[in-house]
């Protein structure tokens, strides 16, 4: 254990290190992507959104449902042309029971 002192003590040792290879292209990605954070172009990244795929699967499902219910809503409606045109024609309701 050493006795207090007013001198200045000694700091730990650091070390210049200087990497012999570097990946000039990671360097370079890292430049741009650094001065492209600096400068946001909200036009750009506006319309951009990362899907996953339960998003598409939902959208692929909707899109099917929306398909089920234009299928369901054109044979009821033309089921029902066919009804009101039978009950004006005929004026009675027999011919169905």
């Known amino acids: 254990m050493r006795l207090p002192t007013l001198f200045r003590q000694n700091r730990n040792k650091s070390y ?3 990497p ?4 000039e292209r990671k360097e370079r990605i890292a430049s741009l992507m650094k001065a492209k954070e600096a400068k946001p172009n909200k036009d750009y990244f506006e319309g951009y959104r990362k899907k996953s795929f339960r998003d598409d699967w939902k959208a692929k499902k909707s899109e099917e449902m929306d ?3 234009k299928i369901r809503f054109v044979v009821i409606f033309i089921f029902l042309l066919i009804f009101t045109y039978a009950l004006l ?4 309701l ?4």
């Open 20 to 23: 012999r290879y570097y990946n």
């Open 94 to 97: 027999s011919f169905l029971f």
């Open 16 to 18: 210049d290190y200087t």
């Open 67 to 69: 398909k089920n219910r």
């Open 89 to 92: 024609r005929y004026d009675k």
